[in-house]
């Protein structure tokens, strides 16, 4: 990526490192929950539940979605971080045991990325005699890390689950106020208009146009709810 492209997308340069890993399970989450409880409300009021039991479902769904993504997130960045740990340790025990292949090493890659000789040979005597400032610089250029900034595990799950239970949120809002009647279309139309707004948002970290984005996770979204009330619906009349 050249520096130019950084400059004409300001935001890429707010991804990784710097917002320490909470953004990507923050927008999966609350994209999540919004799909799911929009689903679930709308699969259970098909099926002609009192109101009472749609809210007690959808509460439910929150709980247990945001308890689930937090879980799943949690496990998968703990398992990135441990892969990276590795890695760097690897690393370290090869400087230690190898260290003029090492430096010869760091001199091809930086040869090949057009840094003239001179300069290399500076870079890499720089860094002889300093094993931590050493161990840095070759996780970055040879591994892609950052040993500073590794994801931490809560974060993700925090954010995830958070992030989880407002997307699920939006469409039980209906069914805490005295809504009545207007409680599906409500729930329906808060649904909706989460979903674009999710979708839109989305778009600042994508190539896409918001208004792109925001229409596909809306057809996404009201594709899966529309499924689960046809579904509820059905099943609604076969109980009753
Ligand atoms: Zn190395």
Request: zero cysteines; hydrophobic letters at 50%.
């Amino acid at each position: 990526m050249s520096p130019t492209h950084d400059l004409d997308h300001p935001a890429a340069t707010e991804h990784g490192a710097a917002e320490g890993g909470w953004l990507r399970p923050a927008v999966f989450g609350a994209s999540d929950g919004l799909v799911s409880n929009t689903a679930l409300v709308l699969g259970v009021a098909a099926g002609q539940a009192e109101p009472g039991m749609v809210l007690l479902a959808g509460v439910s769904g929150l709980l247990a979605g945001a308890f689930s993504m937090a879980a799943g997130e949690w496990v998968s960045v703990q398992a990135q971080r441990e892969a990276h740990e590795l890695e760097i340790q690897r690393e370290r025990d090869h400087i230690e045991r190898y260290p003029e292949e090492e430096a010869e090493h760091m001199r091809r890659i930086l040869g090949a990325a057009g840094l003239p000789a001179d300069v290399v040979a500076r870079i890499v005597a720089e860094l002889e005699g300093q094993p931590d400032r050493n161990l840095d610089f070759h996780a970055r250029i040879e591994l892609g890390i950052d040993p500073q900034a590794l994801d931490s595990p809560w974060v993700a799950a925090v954010a995830s689950f958070v992030a989880f239970a407002i997307g699920a949120i939006v469409p039980l809002v209906p069914w805490v106020l005295p809504a009545g009647a207007m409680a599906v279309p409500a729930s329906m139309g808060l649904g909706v208009a989460a979903l674009f707004g999710v979708g839109a948002l989305l778009s600042r970290y994508t190539a896409r146009t918001w208004w792109w984005s925001g229409l596909r996770q809306l057809l996404i979204g009201a594709a899966a709810a529309g499924v689960t009330a046809a579904i509820g619906a059905l099943l609604g009349a076969t109980a009753t």
